[in-house]
């Protein structure tokens, strides 16, 4: 069975700070694919970053970078200089041919970014 | 990039209606469509698998009588909620991806309202 642990429910910073949301994955395919999405308070899905699961290359994207570590089967990710409109709750998710490519979703994890 | 557009965005109506929910993707041929429920400060819950011109596939526990799911076209997925109770008040959310290793790409969402 695969699975999605994001450990931290909520994350409070102030603006300006940097934060990292932690996710960690369990599958049994050698190919997956990983996602993070972000859903603000108004509720859309929005995607973020699509990793598969042979390219270990740190992806970075303005503020937003992404740190994938098969070796700890991880998939983090860092917002630097947070700002207010950051705040939102953010899913790490797994997909693979195992579960026919649907997604696993994590709990997500609320971040709120203070001014 | 994808877009997927979902109307209604809100629905409040009484006890023993049915509600269509639609779902659209505007610039790109969606041959998979998903839809999920979410509850509040929850993750998302995946009801069913919709394919293009076939059934759609219901996960455990959703009754499929009870939502039906119409994949009628490559750019249109419904879903119906027939014969609406309180307990099924919810946010509805449906997705649509292009091939079967790339992103889904989720619509605004539904906030539906029981009486």
């Known amino acids: 069975a695969q699975k999605v642990t994001q450990a931290q429910t909520e994350i409070s910073v102030v603006e300006k700070e940097d934060v990292t949301l932690d996710c960690v994955y369990e599958t049994r395919d050698t190919t997956y694919y990983l996602f993070w999405y972000k859903q603000p308070p108004s509720g859309e899905l929005v995607f973020l970053i699509r990793?598969?699961?042979?390219?270990?290359q740190n992806e970075i994207s303005g503020r937003y970078s992404w740190n994938f570590q098969k070796s700890t089967s991880s998939f983090n990710f860092t917002i630097t200089a947070s700002q207010v409109v950051d705040s939102a709750v953010y899913f790490c998710?797994?997909?693979?041919?195992?579960?026919?490519?649907?997604?696993?979703f994590g709990k997500g994890t609320l971040l709120t970014v203070n001014p | 990039g994808a877009v997927v557009s979902q109307h209604p965005s809100r629905v409040i109506c009484k006890s023993g209606t049915s509600v269509k929910i639609e779902c659209r993707s505007l610039?790109?041929?969606?041959?998979?469509m998903f839809w999920y429920r979410q509850f509040p400060k929850q993750s998302l819950m995946l009801m069913a698998t919709s394919n293009e011109g076939s059934k759609a596939t219901y996960e455990q526990g959703v009754e499929k009588d009870k939502f039906l799911i119409n994949h009628a076209s490559l750019t249109l997925s419904t879903l119906t909620v027939t014969s609406a109770h309180p307990e099924d008040s919810s946010f509805y959310i449906c997705?649509?991806?292009?091939?079967?290793?790339?992103?889904?790409?989720f619509g605004d969402g539904t906030r539906l309202s029981i009486l």
């Open positions: 990793r598969n699961s042979f390219d270990e």
């Open positions: 997705s649509a991806r292009e091939g079967i290793n790339q992103p889904q790409h």
């Open positions: 610039d790109f041929q969606a041959t998979t």
């Open positions: 998710v797994l997909t693979s041919g195992g579960s026919n490519y649907k997604l696993t």
